[in-house]
């Protein structure tokens, strides 16, 4: 692999600087945690107190309950978990969500009284009206069953380590002693079910939360004022931010990113980087040397229309639309052959609403990069799904007979609308500029290869079939999503690219190459850029609105819509030399 020209500046642990005056809002580990909320509880003169500490999933809840029990030993303690439905009774009445298949669900309509039986949760509400002195009540769903409170703390959970904890058996989804199962199954079930209920209740309860707690790290509990964390969500969409990426390794995965990003060496590969996919990241909120770890999505629950803008906000709600993400293939292998759904069938089979389209944006590539785009010309479709599943048996599927083979280089850009077959080759490094519904691949053929976990990976023809636009053959690859890059516009010392994305797809990116600064607008949508030339940039506001931030190659960053106005110029070791950024943003009429 040739050598990356920059020394690795890459910024893994970002984070939003909450206002000073908060600073003091938050508590470092459990000893001091517990004495704030003694302190609080002794204050409030009543004859029964209710504490509530309402868990999202993925809590270790040994160690935050335990600490509970401890601080409180005198406490009337309930556990969320007594008022529950059996396993037995949930798996049945969850099944049509969770599904028989081994990566999709249903996208569920249920709430957070769906995990409970209702005349348990009836007792265990009159046992708290008789109460005198503290009670306590614990676990996901508490505020379900004690709507009513002195006190709220709200324990978060960011969704990367829930994977993490999945995959070390650490943890359970709601309501289900599953923590020995295959982390993929329990991913999908938190991906359909646990979280949809969760997020929904969460975002009832963020107006009411007296403090938050953080324990993503055992051990190292903190703990944040409601009003504390709603100042930092606050302060990021007024100002350019990134939220924490994190790295996976994969069966195909490459090399580039170790070096690019300053990555452990000795792992075997890194094939995925997350760097925006709010729903997944986190977000770091720094309270002075402490970093208060959240989902970033929280920040979208908190203020959507500041940062997606109304235009979005109206289309898509409190979801963040647009992804970014990195594919790394360089000394690895390919991607998976495969499809995204049409969003009739996304909607129909899964309940999203809008399906993943996406695109390849070339960051770097080997002379011998290419990717796989689209159907040879008179393609015959049943032979070619006779082809792919006989591949599931006989180990063996010509890709060149049926898909078009493409070369590639730096700074390309791969239009994927919904549909299309694709996928890339080995000796590329993409920046997955796309649609936020990231799990919806229907797999067709994986090279006979196994994953990491020494399993087949599962292969979707059945869904695959019925997606493919088999239209799409080389003449409308080179037409319509190989490198349709169109000059808008120029100025002294910039020049802005159109390079996609389809028509089909609702994202539109522009390409800026720089050596002066350029003006930006986010004209009613949230902006997302990575930094894919040039050491470093600054972001500044013509205004003073926000302070300058400086972002680093292979970066991403959201520029939020109430940011408004921006200038992005090269900064340090860049200055003097051409830079540049890939944009996207909603496409709309302003």
Request: hydrophobic fraction near 35%; charge should be negative.
């Given at each position: 692999?040739?050598?990356?020209?920059?020394?690795?500046?890459?910024?893994?642990?970002?984070?939003?600087?909450?206002?000073?005056?908060?600073?003091?809002?938050?508590?470092?580990?459990?000893?001091?945690?517990?004495?704030?909320?003694?302190?609080?509880?002794?204050?409030?003169?009543?004859s029964c107190k209710i504490l509530v500490v309402e868990c999202y999933q993925g809590v270790l809840h040994e160690e935050v309950r335990e600490q509970f029990r401890l601080a409180f030993p005198d406490a009337l303690f309930v556990d969320s978990s007594e008022g529950m439905l059996s396993e037995q009774e949930l798996n049945a009445k969850l099944q049509a969500d969770i599904t028989d298949d081994e990566i999709f669900?249903?996208?569920?309509?249920?709430?957070?009284?769906?995990?409970?039986?209702?005349?348990?949760?009836?007792?265990?509400?009159?046992?708290?009206?008789?109460?005198?002195?503290?009670?306590?009540?614990?676990?996901?769903?508490?505020?379900?069953?004690?709507?009513?409170?002195?006190?709220?703390?709200?324990?978060?959970?960011?969704?990367?380590?829930?994977?993490?904890?999945?995959?070390?058996?650490?943890?359970?989804?709601?309501?289900?002693?599953?923590?020995?199962?295959?982390?993929?199954?329990?991913?999908?079930?938190?991906?359909?079910?646990?979280?949809?209920?969760?997020?929904?209740?969460?975002?009832?309860?963020?107006?009411?939360?007296?403090?938050?707690?953080?324990?993503?790290?055992?051990?190292?509990?903190?703990?944040?004022?409601?009003?504390?964390?709603?100042?930092?969500?606050?302060?990021?969409?007024?100002?350019?931010?990134?939220?924490?990426?994190?790295?996976?390794?994969?069966?195909?995965?490459?090399?580039?990113?170790?070096?690019?990003?300053?990555?452990?060496?000795?792992?075997?590969?890194?094939?995925?980087?997350?760097?925006?996919?709010?729903?997944?990241?986190?977000?770091?909120?720094?309270?002075?040397?402490?970093?208060?770890?959240?989902?970033?999505?929280?920040?979208?629950?908190?203020?959507?229309?500041?940062?997606?803008?109304?235009?979005?906000?109206?289309?898509?709600?409190?979801?963040?639309?647009?992804?970014?993400?990195?594919?790394?293939?360089?000394?690895?292998?390919?991607?998976?052959?495969?499809?995204?759904?049409?969003?009739?069938?996304?909607?129909?089979?899964?309940?999203?609403?809008?399906?993943?389209?996406?695109?390849?944006?070339?960051?770097?590539?080997?002379?011998?990069?290419?990717?796989?785009?689209?159907?040879?010309?008179?393609?015959?479709?049943?032979?070619?799904?006779?082809?792919?599943?006989?591949?599931?048996?006989?180990?063996?599927?010509?890709?060149?007979?049926?898909?078009?083979?493409?070369?590639?280089?730096?700074?390309?850009?791969?239009?994927?609308?919904?549909?299309?077959?694709?996928?890339?080759?080995?000796?590329?490094?993409?920046?997955?500029?796309?649609?936020?519904?990231?799990?919806?691949?229907?797999?067709?053929?994986?090279?006979?290869?196994?994953?990491?976990?020494?399993?087949?990976?599962?292969?979707?023809?059945?869904?695959?079939?019925?997606?493919?636009?088999?239209?799409?053959?080389?003449?409308?690859?080179?037409?319509?999503?190989?490198?349709?890059?169109?000059?808008?516009?120029?100025?002294?010392?910039?020049?802005?690219?159109?390079?996609?994305?389809?028509?089909?797809?609702?994202?539109?990116?522009?390409?800026?190459?720089?050596?002066?600064?350029?003006?930006?607008?986010?004209?009613?949508?949230?902006?997302?850029?990575?930094?894919?030339?040039?050491?470093e940039a600054i972001v500044e506001s013509p205004s003073g609105f926000f302070e300058p931030f400086v972002v680093h190659y292979a970066e991403t960053f959201i520029i939020p819509e109430a940011v408004g106005e921006y200038t992005i110029r090269p900064y340090g070791k860049s200055e003097g030399t051409e830079c540049a950024t890939i944009k996207a943003f909603v496409r709309h009429h302003v």
């Amino acid at each position: 692999m040739k050598s990356y020209r920059y020394k690795s500046n890459y910024d893994k642990y970002p984070s939003v600087r909450v206002p000073d005056i908060y600073t003091s809002y938050c508590y470092l580990g459990w000893k001091n945690i517990l004495n704030v909320l003694n302190q609080r509880l002794e204050a409030i003169d009543k004859s029964c107190k209710i504490l509530v500490v309402e868990c999202y999933q993925g809590v270790l809840h040994e160690e935050v309950r335990e600490q509970f029990r401890l601080a409180f030993p005198d406490a009337l303690f309930v556990d969320s978990s007594e008022g529950m439905l059996s396993e037995q009774e949930l798996n049945a009445k969850l099944q049509a969500d969770i599904t028989d298949d081994e990566i999709f669900g249903y996208m569920t309509r249920y709430n957070i009284d769906c995990y409970f039986d209702e005349c348990k949760v009836c007792d265990l509400r009159n046992m708290i009206s008789q109460q005198r002195g503290l009670v306590v009540v614990y676990g996901t769903g508490a505020t379900y069953i004690q709507p009513k409170m002195d006190l709220l703390v709200y324990a978060d959970m960011a969704r990367w380590e829930i994977q993490m904890r999945f995959r070390r058996n650490e943890i359970s989804n709601i309501g289900v002693e599953n923590q020995n199962e295959r982390a993929a199954l329990q991913y999908k079930r938190g991906f359909f079910v646990d979280w949809r209920i969760c997020d929904r209740l969460k975002k009832k309860l963020m107006s009411r939360w007296d403090y938050v707690l953080d324990t993503n790290h055992v051990g190292e509990p903190k703990m944040a004022t409601g009003k504390a964390v709603y100042a930092g969500l606050v302060q990021a969409v007024r100002q350019p931010f990134r939220v924490v990426p994190f790295f996976d390794p994969g069966p195909w995965g490459g090399q580039w990113m170790k070096e690019v990003c300053d990555l452990d060496r000795k792992a075997v590969n890194y094939a995925w980087c997350f760097d925006c996919v709010p729903e997944e990241n986190s977000l770091l909120l720094s309270f002075g040397d402490i970093k208060f770890e959240i989902p970033s999505i929280n920040l979208v629950f908190a203020c959507p229309r500041e940062l997606l803008g109304d235009p979005v906000h109206a289309r898509f709600g409190d979801e963040f639309p647009i992804r970014f993400d990195f594919l790394d293939t360089m000394q690895g292998g390919n991607l998976s052959l495969q499809v995204h759904p049409l969003t009739e069938y996304i909607q129909e089979k899964f309940g999203m609403h809008y399906t993943q389209d996406e695109s390849y944006y070339l960051l770097d590539a080997e002379n011998d990069a290419v990717v796989y785009l689209g159907l040879k010309e008179n393609v015959d479709s049943m032979e070619m799904i006779k082809a792919l599943e006989d591949a599931q048996i006989t180990g063996t599927f010509e890709i060149e007979k049926f898909v078009g083979e493409y070369p590639v280089k730096k700074h390309d850009h791969i239009l994927i609308p919904g549909g299309t077959i694709h996928c890339s080759g080995a000796n590329g490094m993409v920046l997955e500029i796309s649609a936020t519904p990231y799990i919806f691949t229907f797999k067709l053929w994986d090279w006979g290869r196994l994953g990491l976990d020494g399993r087949p990976r599962p292969i979707n023809i059945g869904h695959g079939k019925n997606v493919i636009q088999w239209e799409r053959t080389e003449s409308w690859v080179k037409k319509e999503i190989l490198n349709q890059v169109v000059l808008v516009s120029e100025g002294d010392g910039w020049r802005e690219e159109h390079t996609g994305l389809h028509e089909r797809e609702f994202i539109e990116t522009r390409r800026h190459w720089f050596t002066k600064p350029v003006l930006h607008h986010t004209d009613g949508s949230v902006n997302v850029l990575n930094l894919v030339e040039g050491e470093e940039a600054i972001v500044e506001s013509p205004s003073g609105f926000f302070e300058p931030f400086v972002v680093h190659y292979a970066e991403t960053f959201i520029i939020p819509e109430a940011v408004g106005e921006y200038t992005i110029r090269p900064y340090g070791k860049s200055e003097g030399t051409e830079c540049a950024t890939i944009k996207a943003f909603v496409r709309h009429h302003v």
